[in-house]
C-alpha cells in the first residue's frame, strides 16, 4: 500500500524558516521523482519543485526559486522541502506527490499518488 505522509507545516513569521518532510511507504522511492504541491482554499495546485529519482536534478517554480530547497534521502524513504524567507503568500496547504517515471514533471497528471499534506501558515 503505497503511503506519503507530510510533516513538518506550522505557524511562522515573515521571513522565517520551515523544513517539510514526506516519509513514503509501499513503494521504492528511488525509482521514482518526487514533487512537492500547494493548495491554497479556493484556487487550484500549484506546483513547487522536483526532485528526480536520485536527488542529481532539481526544479523550482519562479514564486519560489532561490529561498526553498527541495532534497531526499532515499535509504530514509524521505523527502524534504526546506523553506527559508517565507512571505504571507507561502501560506498553503502543502502536499508531496510522486511521479510515475524517475524523473519529476511540472505537470500534475503525471503523479499517480499524493499525501494528506500539512499546512504552512506564515503571519505577523
Known amino acids: 500500500q503505497v503511503q506519503l505522509v507530510e510533516s513538518g507545516g506550522g505557524l511562522a513569521q515573515p521571513g522565517g524558516s520551515l523544513r517539510l518532510s514526506c516519509v513514503v511507504s509501499?513503494?521504492?522511492?528511488?525509482?521514482?521523482?518526487m514533487s512537492w504541491v500547494r493548495q491554497v482554499p479556493g484556487k487550484g495546485l500549484e506546483w513547487v519543485s522536483g526532485?528526480?529519482?536520485?536527488?542529481?536534478?532539481?526544479y523550482y517554480s519562479d514564486s519560489v526559486k532561490g529561498r526553498f530547497t527541495t532534497s531526499r534521502d532515499n535509504a530514509k524513504n524521505t523527502v524534504y522541502l526546506q523553506m527559508n524567507s517565507l512571505k504571507p503568500e507561502d501560506t498553503a496547504l502543502y502536499s508531496c506527490a510522486r511521479s510515475m517515471g524517475a524523473s519529476y514533471s511540472t505537470l500534475l497528471d503525471e503523479y499517480d499518488y499524493w499525501g494528506q499534506g500539512t499546512q504552512v501558515t506564515v503571519s505577523s
Open positions: 526532485i528526480s529519482s536520485d536527488g542529481s536534478d532539481t
Open positions: 509501499g513503494f521504492s522511492l528511488s525509482r521514482h521523482g
